[in-house]
């Protein structure tokens, strides 16, 4: 009877651990991160009765939780690659919509200020018109400020939210390592037995971190999780986590860094890290915001040189030659706060329309200087000074090996850009010469196109006076002789030179067409008085269109254009790429619930399984029960 009790019992208390872990499932059914449990079950060792075995009953093996270590890393990396999109999407959005938007953006800024450089060029005498002209220049130099103080702004909150992840990622290995510990040593003290809940506490943890960083795992074989980011730096082994920290760019004080402690310190990891919304935020910055704000300042720095280049060609009402109407604007550079020796660097906007808008890195090897394009990694070496893309840059000073600097030419040039210019008067409308034909000529002669290429040698001496001779070149050979300016005599042949023949002299250019007689005689001279000549502010105006950035192959509305397309494509491919991940989670979240979810329709008929068996195992005792009385009954007959 002993052997009948215990079976029934064995079974009572292997049912009430199956009961008592469904209605655990069944509990736990809206707990985030909770994967179902089971008991199984195990037949006792039988006993030797004679000649055969005889089964003692069941006994509870383990309570293990249903999980799927596949479906579990797919959820984590969809988690980290959604995660980053989404976050990625975000920041680009905000910074599409406001280079977009008409009421903020710069194109309305800008056509309404070539606009009003056509109104002066109507009417290039008009105090009024000269006056809107300024005034719009106001609100273009305005635009710029207000977009990169939103850039600015934006810099900002990508530090805020790099602190932010950053303590939340440390937070989260802080209590993967204790959970480890915990996992380590309740399955110690359980002969083996997996601690279901302490790993289910666990795995949330790690798959809150995938949410901030792309990450790997590891397990070891006393079922401790190794956790490593990036290129395989240890955030998490055994029992111990490791600290990452932000710190400060040692070359820009407004830039946040994420760095490990490494034998030197603290050691930059930023390039390495990837996935999730710190991954997603340093990509943003070094893939969308600081080109950005670096094309705006190359449209900001261009524009303010070209103009000012051809304003510089023209007179003003007085007479006086054109000044800049736009405040020069100059490269930024910084020092490495590490630098020990004596070293400085000074660079110079040679070319403006030669700039790319990268930024570069100065360093100093021991031997020599390495200046390398941070945009192309392209390098050059040497003493110094270093010409490229527009850029002087020179060296000054005794250097220390690992001595840097960092160059950004065009970083800062929205943030620069000012009218210089604030008296309607003093705009340079006019051109600067001005030609005439004698009214005694016998021929048809002209000379036209007149521009000025180089305004040092303004205002001329005296009248420029060109008079054609059939002998000006030797016998037979016609031209024009010139008086008044060296550079003549300047040959032309009416015979095949009638329909318009270009010529430079003295820092002007000009185009000599028609049939002149004998002595006729071209005149050039200083424009003086001429409140209604606009043919500088023509050309100011026709710089709008010209292609005179990157190089000559952009004109200012194509760098502004490039730059919204650029982030405008980027957003979308970023809100496409998180739609597509967004899905696909779903699909491994689902996959993965499919596997380690509650069904409450399953937990019910397992309730009523174990209820109907625990009810079996009890007649077993009773009849067990039942046998056992009547055997005492006989025994007292």
Same mark, same amino acid.
Not at 6 to 22: F, K, P, V
Not at 585 to 610: P, Y
């Given at each position: 009877?002993?052997?009948?009790?215990?079976?029934?019992?064995?079974?009572?208390?292997?049912?009430?651990?199956?009961?008592?872990?469904?209605?655990?499932?069944?509990?736990?059914?809206?707990?985030?991160?909770?994967?179902?449990?089971?008991?199984?079950?195990?037949?006792?060792?039988?006993?030797?009765?004679?000649?055969?075995?005889?089964?003692?009953?069941?006994?509870?093996?383990?309570? $293990?939780?249903?999980?799927?270590?596949?479906?579990?890393?797919?959820?984590?990396?969809?988690?980290?690659?959604?995660?980053?999109?989404?976050?990625?999407?975000?920041?680009?959005?905000?910074?599409?919509?406001?280079?977009?938007?008409?009421?903020?953006?710069?194109?309305?800024?800008?056509?309404?200020?070539?606009?009003?450089?056509?109104?002066?060029?109507?009417?290039?005498?008009?105090?009024?018109?000269?006056?809107?002209?300024?005034?719009?220049?106001?609100?273009?130099?305005?635009?710029?400020?207000?977009?990169?103080?939103?850039?600015?702004?934006?810099?900002?909150?990508?530090?805020?939210?790099?602190?932010?992840?950053?303590?939340?990622?440390?937070?989260?290995?802080?209590?993967?390592?204790?959970?480890?510990?915990?996992?380590?040593?309740?399955?110690?003290?359980?002969?083996? $037995?997996?601690?279901?809940?302490?790993?289910?506490?666990?795995?949330?943890?790690?798959?809150?971190?995938?949410?901030?960083?792309?990450?790997?795992?590891?397990?070891?074989?006393?079922?401790?999780?190794?956790?490593?980011?990036?290129?395989?730096?240890?955030?998490?082994?055994?029992?111990?986590?490791?600290?990452?920290?932000?710190?400060?760019?040692?070359?820009?004080?407004?830039?946040?860094?994420?760095?490990?402690?490494?034998?030197?310190?603290?050691?930059?990891?930023?390039?390495?890290?990837?996935?999730?919304?710190?991954?997603?935020?340093?990509?943003?910055?070094?893939?969308?915001?600081?080109?950005?704000?670096?094309?705006?300042?190359?449209?900001?720095?261009?524009?303010?040189?070209?103009?000012?280049?051809?304003?510089?060609?023209?007179?003003?009402?007085?007479?006086?030659?054109?000044?800049?109407?736009?405040?020069?604007?100059?490269?930024?550079?910084?020092?490495?706060?590490?630098?020990?020796?004596?070293?400085?660097?000074?660079?110079?906007?040679?070319?403006?329309?030669?700039?790319?808008?990268?930024?570069?890195?100065?360093?100093?090897?021991?031997? $020599?200087?390495?200046?390398?394009?941070?945009?192309?990694?392209?390098?050059?070496?040497?003493?110094?000074?270093?010409?490229?893309?527009?850029?002087?840059?020179?060296?000054?000073?005794?250097?220390?090996?690992?001595?840097?600097?960092?160059?950004?030419?065009?970083?800062?040039?929205?943030?620069?850009?000012?009218?210089?210019?604030?008296?309607?008067?003093?705009?340079?409308?006019?051109?600067?010469?001005?030609?005439?034909?004698?009214?005694?000529?016998?021929?048809?002669?002209?000379?036209?196109?007149?521009?000025?290429?180089?305004?040092?040698?303004?205002?001329?001496?005296?009248?420029?006076?060109?008079?054609?001779?059939?002998?000006?070149?030797?016998?037979?050979?016609?031209?024009?002789?010139?008086?008044?300016?060296?550079?003549?005599?300047?040959?032309?042949?009416?015979?095949?030179?009638?329909?318009?023949?270009?010529?430079?002299?003295?820092?002007?250019?000009?185009?000599?067409?028609?049939?002149?007689?004998?002595?006729?005689?071209?005149?050039?001279?200083?424009?003086?008085?001429?409140?209604?000549?606009?043919?500088?502010?023509?050309?100011?105006?026709?710089?709008?269109?010209?292609?005179?950035?990157?190089?000559?192959?952009?004109?200012?509305?194509?760098?502004?254009?490039?730059?919204?397309?650029?982030?405008?494509?980027?957003?979308?491919?970023?809100?496409?790429?998180?739609?597509?991940?967004?899905?696909?989670?779903?699909?491994?979240?689902?996959?993965?619930?499919?596997?380690?979810?509650?069904?409450?329709?399953?937990?019910?008929?397992?309730?009523?399984?174990?209820?109907?068996?625990?009810?079996?195992?009890?007649?077993?005792?009773?009849?067990?029960?039942?046998?056992?009385?009547?055997?005492?009954?006989?025994?007292?007959?």
């Amino acid at each position: 009877m002993a052997d009948l009790l215990n079976i029934g019992t064995s079974g009572l208390l292997s049912l009430q651990r199956a009961i008592n872990t469904t209605g655990h499932n069944i509990a736990n059914v809206n707990t985030e991160g909770y994967s179902r449990q089971r008991v199984n079950f195990d037949t006792r060792a039988p006993q030797l009765h004679g000649s055969h075995y005889m089964g003692t009953g069941v006994a509870t093996d383990s309570v $293990q939780r249903v999980y799927n270590q596949y479906l579990a890393g797919e959820v984590r990396e969809r988690t980290s690659s959604q995660a980053g999109f989404e976050t990625f999407h975000q920041l680009s959005s905000r910074l599409d919509n406001l280079l977009a938007d008409p009421a903020v953006g710069l194109a309305p800024a800008l056509d309404n200020f070539f606009g009003a450089l056509q109104g002066v060029s109507n009417n290039p005498g008009s105090l009024p018109e000269r006056e809107a002209l300024l005034g719009e220049a106001q609100v273009l130099a305005d635009r710029f400020h207000y977009l990169d103080g939103n850039f600015s702004d934006l810099g900002a909150q990508i530090n805020a939210r790099i602190d932010s992840a950053v303590l939340d990622i440390n937070a989260l290995a802080r209590g993967i390592a204790d959970l480890n510990q915990q996992v380590v040593s309740a399955t110690a003290t359980s002969g083996g $037995q997996p601690p279901n809940d302490l790993l289910d506490a666990r795995d949330q943890l790690i798959d809150q971190l995938s949410a901030r960083i792309g990450i790997a795992t590891t397990t070891e074989a006393n079922g401790a999780v190794n956790v490593m980011i990036g290129n395989g730096q240890s955030l998490v082994v055994g029992f111990t986590s490791s600290q990452l920290q932000t710190f400060t760019d040692p070359l820009d004080s407004n830039r946040i860094l994420v760095g490990g402690d490494g034998p030197g310190g603290i050691t930059d990891l930023a390039r390495f890290l990837g996935g999730g919304e710190l991954g997603a935020v340093l990509d943003f910055r070094q893939q969308v915001l600081d080109p950005a704000r670096n094309q705006l300042g190359l449209l900001a720095t261009g524009m303010a040189a070209s103009f000012n280049a051809q304003h510089a060609l023209g007179v003003d009402l007085a007479g006086a030659a054109g000044g800049a109407f736009f405040a020069p604007l100059s490269a930024a550079t910084s020092a490495y706060r590490g630098n020990s020796g004596a070293s400085s660097v000074s660079v110079a906007i040679s070319d403006p329309l030669a700039l790319t808008g990268d930024d570069y890195s100065l360093r100093y090897d021991g031997a $020599q200087y390495v200046l390398t394009n941070l945009g192309t990694n392209a390098t050059q070496s040497g003493a110094g000074p270093f010409i490229v893309d527009g850029l002087t840059v020179s060296t000054a000073g005794a250097p220390v090996s690992g001595d840097g600097f960092l160059i950004q030419p065009t970083a800062q040039g929205a943030a620069q850009f000012n009218v210089a210019l604030h008296r309607p008067q003093d705009i340079a409308a006019a051109a600067p010469l001005r030609s005439q034909a004698l009214l005694g000529n016998s021929g048809s002669a002209a000379l036209d196109s007149l521009v000025v290429s180089d305004a040092s040698g303004l205002p001329l001496a005296g009248p420029v006076t060109l008079s054609f001779d059939p002998d000006a070149l030797g016998p037979g050979v016609p031209g024009f002789t010139v008086a008044g300016m060296a550079g003549g005599p300047l040959a032309y042949d009416p015979a095949t030179d009638s329909a318009g023949v270009p010529f430079s002299l003295g820092g002007f250019d000009f185009t000599l067409s028609g049939v002149p007689g004998d002595g006729d005689s071209l005149i050039v001279e200083n424009n003086s008085g001429g409140s209604g000549d606009n043919r500088n502010a023509l050309a100011l105006a026709a710089l709008q269109d010209a292609r005179q950035l990157l190089g000559g192959s952009a004109s200012y509305q194509d760098v502004y254009g490039a730059l919204v397309a650029d982030v405008g494509v980027k957003t979308r491919q970023a809100e496409s790429s998180a739609g597509t991940e967004k899905a696909l989670l779903q699909q491994a979240v689902a996959a993965r619930e499919g596997v380690s979810g509650v069904n409450l329709d399953e937990e019910a008929a397992n309730l009523m399984r174990f209820q109907q068996a625990y009810q079996a195992a009890a007649q077993v005792i009773a009849v067990a029960d039942e046998v056992f009385q009547t055997l005492l009954n006989a025994t007292r007959r």
